[in-house]
């Protein structure tokens, strides 16, 4: 898995690229959790390329709800592929996570 973060203007955006699962979830915690640091308004989890998440992923996913919540800090999530988009789904995660299908929709007001 490959994962940058970038900010502008008080929101970061960490970007991962590969599959998202027990062997990576790690790497990408960590990445979110100095992404969060950074930000100041909004936190953006772009999952655009992200071809597979398991449990271990969307546990990530929430852990990083949780503290964006506790920073007071808004927390976005691009899902761009269907099968990802299911994880939320059939979790109701999209019901409480704001989801968008582009980095550019995450980046709006």
């Known amino acids: 898995m ?9 929101v970061v955006v960490v970007a991962a ?3 998202l699962d027990i062997v990576t979830a790690g790497q990408l915690d960590t990445e979110l ?3 969060l640091e950074q930000a100041s308004l909004r936190l953006v989890l772009d999952l655009s390329a992200v071809s597979f998440m398991d449990s271990t992923g969307l546990g990530t996913v929430v852990k990083a709800l949780k503290r964006c919540r506790e920073k007071d800090v808004e927390f ?3 899902v761009a592929t269907e099968r990802v ?3 939320f789904d059939i979790t109701g995660l999209n019901t409480l996570i704001s989801l968008t299908e582009s980095l550019e929709g995450a980046l709006g007001a």
């Open 2 to 10: 490959n994962i940058t973060t970038s900010q502008t203007n008080g």
């Open 17 to 19: 690229d590969g599959e």
């Open 33 to 35: 959790v100095a992404g």
């Open 76 to 78: 976005r999530v691009v």
């Open 85 to 87: 988009r299911k994880v």
